[in-house]
Nanobody, 121 residues
Framework: QVQLVDSGGGLVQAGGSLRLSCTAS????????MGWSRQAPGKQRELVAG???????????NYADPVKGRFAISADNAKNTVYLQMNSLKPEATAVYYC???????????WGQGTQVTVSS
């Protein structure tokens, strides 16, 4: 079992930036997909960004349309950590953000505890 710890959330004004971190208790078996999802009050959880790691050297990223060009997901394999850099934040980004790690060939699916992001207008 792998534990994911999410951190970095907080209160920020519209137009500001935050960087979320997701640290795994140990290295995660590749190939894997690590991503960030968010859930606003009264809404379903939605995928925000993902990074697919096939090998330790290569990865691909993908983003939901509302955050393209403003959010960036990256991974530091040496630290077992995935980051979500969020720029030009909008009030509609207010939500609890959850880190997720799932296997591509091996059936595992882990979630972090979530971190609150609040963007004031």
């Amino acid at each position: 079992q792998v534990q994911l710890v999410d951190s970095g959330g907080g209160l920020v004004q519209a137009g500001g930036s935050l960087r979320l971190s997701c640290t795994a208790s140990r290295s995660i078996l590749r190939p894997n997909i690590m991503g960030w999802s968010r859930q606003a009050p009264g809404k379903q959880r939605e995928l925000v960004a993902g990074i697919t790691s096939i090998t330790s050297e290569g990865s691909n990223t993908n983003y939901a349309d509302p955050v393209k060009g403003r959010f960036a997901i990256s991974a530091d394999n040496a630290k077992n950590t995935v980051y979500l850099q969020m720029n030009s934040l909008k009030p509609e980004a207010t939500a609890v953000y959850y880190c997720n790690a799932r296997g591509v060939l091996t059936p595992f699916n882990y979630w972090g505890q979530g971190t609150q992001v609040t963007v004031s207008s």
